[in-house]
């Protein structure tokens, strides 16, 4: 099984401050890494896909980068909708699919 | 738009037995693999079972293999999870979602549904 480990867990990030959350994976998963953001009460909604596809619909600010076993997601400048749970999931070995633990993005 | 829509979820003694509903809309069923995903209050995303549009072998993670089973009935658009032998540590917010074809991250998601296992 392949262990995503995200970093880290909690980011306390002023509005219109960049943001960079890390995602490691234990062994290579290529470029088959995916972001997600959740909000309180809600499902998690797909960012990033290919490791650096933004999803139909997401904003600009947001961009991945990486393969191999180290990625990243920047918010260039966060906005007040982007205070939120963050996860990365590989999916270049199945099954089982994993997700990283999750960073929380809050306001400083 | 697609819509996916989750019921089922319920309170069950410890052993119990649930079966979770997730019809689906918007988009052609058929041909897309499903997944369940659930998350822990406070803690983060645990896949759980997956299965193909096109009659494949479903898959299960470790901590519910033997236990749950998935299906899907492609003439009522709808995914279920059969879930036995409960265990408090299934206790969860249980997602369905809809796989991206071709590749497997989640491009769509139900809002969920709750499953308490308490005695």
Known sequence: ?108 | EVQLVESGGGLVQPGGSLRLSCAASGFTFSSYAMTWVRQTPGTGLEWVSGLSGSGGPPYFADSVKGRFTISRDASKNTLYLHMNSLRAEDTAVYFCAKLVRGAYYMDAWGKGTTVTVSS
Do not use: H
């Open chain 1, 1 to 108: 099984e392949i262990v995503m480990t995200q970093s880290p867990a909690t980011l306390s990030v002023s509005p219109g401050e960049r943001a960079t959350l890390s995602c490691r994976a234990s062994q290579s998963v290529s470029s088959n890494l995916a972001w997600y953001q959740q909000k309180p009460g809600q499902a998690p909604r797909l960012l990033i896909y290919g490791a650096s596809t933004r999803a139909t619909g997401i904003a600009a600010r947001f961009s991945g980068s990486g393969s191999g076993t180290e990625f990243t997601l920047t918010i260039s400048s966060l906005q007040s909708e982007d205070f939120a749970l963050y996860y990365c999931q590989q999916y270049n070995n199945w099954p089982p699919l994993t997700f990283g633990g999750g960073t929380k993005v809050e306001i400083k």
